[in-house]
């Protein structure tokens, strides 16, 4: 089992920025490929930003490119998502999620095993 939990979430004004952090326990860090989604009220959960394992390859929904930018720490075991020039309809609950890295860097490929409980970001205009 993995355990995951994010953090960092707030209510700030549209231009401004945070960092949402996901702490990760129970089995080596390395062996998950990260990602992080976002559900808003009424709509589906959706893909935000990934992470391989190694940290040397990511990707991103084209809404948030330029603004957003995922990292990882493995010494750490966390996993971050800085978003800036956030706007009102990047309101929604951030998740972060992990998938076992045999299933490679092809985002639909992955399987996202394990979620963290979600950490609220609301951006006011």
């Known amino acids: 089992q993995v355990q995951l939990v994010e953090s960092g979430g707030g209510l700030v004004q549209a231009g401004d920025s945070l960092r949402l952090s996901c702490a990760a326990s129970?089995?080596?860090?390395?062996?998950?490929?990260m990602g992080w989604f976002r559900q808003a009220p009424g709509t589906e959960r959706e893909f935000v930003a990934f992470?391989?394992?190694?940290?040397?390859?990511?990707d991103y929904l084209d809404s948030v490119k330029g603004r957003f930018t995922i990292s990882r720490d493995n010494a750490k075991n966390t996993v971050y998502l800085q978003m800036n020039s956030l706007k009102p309809e990047d309101t929604a609950v951030y998740y972060c999620?992990?998938?076992?890295?045999?299933?490679?860097?092809?985002?639909?490929?992955?399987?996202?095993?394990?979620w963290g409980q979600g950490t609220q970001v609301t951006i006011s205009s």
């Open positions: 999620a992990a998938a076992p890295s045999t299933y490679g860097v092809i985002l639909k490929n992955q399987v996202w095993e394990y």
């Open positions: 129970g089995r080596p860090f390395t062996r998950y490929n």
């Open positions: 992470i391989k394992w190694s940290g040397d390859f990511t």
